[in-house]
């Protein structure tokens, strides 16, 4: 893979040592990983066989969704299933592969944040003129392009990481594969590579905040003329988002836009941004959102009627 490697595989360190606080986290991690898959599941779900929910905003919604499934599927299973292995191990090949999905799916959620940040942006701001902007070709194109923007940042964190030698030590100071603790264990001077990464990973989440921030400013400023009950029913769909956005944002920001450390607090911000975060999301939008709870009751209950049909 790379110049001179000595290195074939890899020890993960971990996020604890102690068996008995790995079992505590198995118990803790499985739940919520679950309850991210079956959450995002059925938004997924509920958005494709749901006729009330056909709009550009809920369209964003649920590939945001699929988002979430992939995202915290490329790092949360491996990360469970090796809580009980005394020693965790991962090839090089595929610690590489871990780094490109989970970058890959990140940045696609980055820029889907910001498409829907778009369309909330248009509906209040230019609502004549709505359904001309967010037309379907138009949505599929936002989406495509944004898991094209993924697919192109992970190709330079692939193509700046194979570049590199790896002939030992071989431990890998996290719970999953990602640049930093990687760069560490190259031997060579891999400042430049961690200049590119700053450059590519932290500038597209500031960049991106900063767009999203701005979006949200206009949108409030145009508020102003909306009757009462349009400024609060807006403000409910924006505050959600806004809630997302933060969750996402502020744990990428905080290990992307500083200098490599081994910081104990980076793998814990490192377990919010991939367990937790995208289970919260299906919770943040249904339980603001009266049309999507509308439309999950009507799904679940039409599964019972057909379920005790004779």
């Not at 995202?71 to 090089?92: G, H, M, Q």
């Not at 400013?217 to 933060?246: P, Y």
Request: net charge positive; with cysteine.
């Amino acid at each position: 893979m790379a110049r001179t490697n000595n290195v074939t595989e890899l020890i993960i360190s971990g996020l604890f040592q102690d068996p008995e606080v790995q079992r505590a986290c198995f118990v803790v991690f499985l739940p919520v990983y679950l309850a991210t898959v079956v959450g995002n599941g059925l938004i997924v779900l509920t958005v494709r066989v749901s006729k009330s929910l056909r709009s550009p905003m809920y369209f964003f919604l649920s590939h945001l969704s699929l988002v979430e499934i992939s995202y915290s599927s490329t790092v949360v299973p491996k990360f469970i299933t090796d809580l009980f292995s005394k020693i965790k191990t991962i090839s090089l090949e595929g610690c590489v592969a871990q780094i490109f999905f989970f970058h890959l799916f990140g940045v696609a959620e980055i820029f889907l944040l910001t498409v829907m940040a778009y369309d909330r942006y248009v509906a209040i701001c230019k609502p004549l003129h709505y359904t001309t902007i967010m037309s379907l070709p138009v949505c599929h194109r936002l989406v495509a392009a944004s898991w094209l923007g993924g697919i192109i940042h992970s190709m330079v964190q692939i193509l700046v990481t194979v570049q590199l030698p790896f002939c030992g030590p071989n431990v890998i100071d996290h719970y999953f594969c990602d640049l930093h603790p990687l760069f560490k264990l190259a031997c060579t001077d891999t400042s430049v590579e961690g200049v590119i990464v700053l450059a590519n990973s932290g500038l597209i989440s500031v960049f991106s905040f900063l767009l999203l921030v701005s979006s949200y400013i206009v949108i409030l400023v145009n508020l102003r003329n909306h009757s009462a009950e349009g400024r609060r029913k807006a403000l409910s769909t924006c505050a959600s988002h806004v809630m997302v956005v933060v969750l996402f944002f502020g744990p990428a920001i905080f290990l992307y836009m500083r200098p490599p450390s081994t910081f104990t607090e980076d793998k814990l911000v490192a377990v919010f941004y991939t367990v937790v975060t995208p289970m919260l999301n299906p919770i943040i939008y249904t339980l603001r959102n009266a049309e999507v709870k509308v439309a999950l009751r009507r799904l679940w209950g039409r599964k019972v009627n057909s379920g005790v049909e004779p």
